[in-house]
T-cell receptor, first 114, second 111 residues
Framework: DGGITQSPKYLFRKEGQNVTLSCEQN?????MYWYRQDPGQGLRLIYYSQIVNDFQKGDIAEGYSVSREKKESFPLTVTSAQKNPTAFYLCASSIGRNSGNTIYFGEGSWLTVV | SQQGEEDPQALSIQEGENATMNCSYKTSINNLQWYRQNSGRGLVHLILIRSNEREKHSGRLRVTLDTSKKSSSLLITASRAADTASYFC???????????FGKGTRLSVIA
């Protein structure tokens, strides 16, 4: 089946640890995105990538890092610099970055600081 | 980034009733999209309306767009318990930038 796979679904982070959330898509999409969602809130853009080896910061990039070494993969690292990382993280992709394109989402990853 | 703002924040209706959600935005747009999110899941695209369109239909969904008022509405007719979810509008700012999502309307349909 075509789609976006995020893993793990649930992740616990200790203080001072870096953790990486995986996102893989087999839709052959050029653009990929990471959003953060806090309970009862909307989505905030962390990073996005239009093409392999290129990515741009979104509205809340501080404390996060990404890479785009392969078209199908866009992992997100939550670093120890992110002071309040507990949230629901959503990876998404689209054919291109044009706003007329549909964005397809993964099922999300819950990150909790313990 | 500009952000669409949905209204109301929460809506509770009986099965069979119609549900109307509104979205307001600040700057000119090329497109506006509506998405649905079941609790704890990813978002799913519902419908896109372009800035030169005033109304679109998809099954039980009707979307309107009023660019003069910078607002859009999503109407779900004959609602079902399975329509219970959060609904988000997403807008661009007429530039080539990623979509920006609002905070959503939480719809509860009571059987």
């Amino acid at each position: 089946d075509g789609g976006i796979t995020q893993s793990p679904k649930y992740l616990f982070r200790k203080e001072g640890q870096n953790v990486t959330l995986s996102c893989e898509q087999n839709l052959n999409h050029d653009a990929m995105y990471w959003y953060r969602q806090d309970p009862g809130q909307g989505l905030r853009l962390i990073y996005y990538s239009q093409i392999v080896n290129d990515f741009q910061k979104g509205d809340i990039a501080e404390g996060y890092s990404v890479s785009r070494e392969k078209k199908e993969s866009f992992p997100l690292t939550v670093t120890s610099a992110q002071k309040n990382p507990t949230a629901f993280y959503l990876c998404a992709s689209s054919i291109g970055r044009n706003s007329g394109n549909t964005i397809y989402f993964g099922e999300g990853s819950w990150l909790t600081v313990v | 980034s500009q952000q669409g703002e949905e209204d109301p924040q929460a809506l509770s209706i009986q099965e069979g009733e119609n549900a109307t959600m509104n979205c307001s935005y600040k700057t000119s747009i090329n497109n506006l999209q509506w998405y649905r999110q079941n609790s704890g899941r990813g978002l799913v695209h519902l419908i896109l309306i372009r800035s030169n369109e005033r109304e679109k239909h998809s099954g039980r969904l009707r979307v309107t767009l009023d660019t003069s008022k910078k607002s859009s509405s999503l109407l779900i007719t004959a609602s079902r318990a399975a329509d219970t979810a959060s609904y988000f509008c997403a807008t661009d700012d007429s530039g080539n930038t990623p979509l920006v999502f609002g905070k959503g309307t939480r719809l509860s349909v009571i059987a």
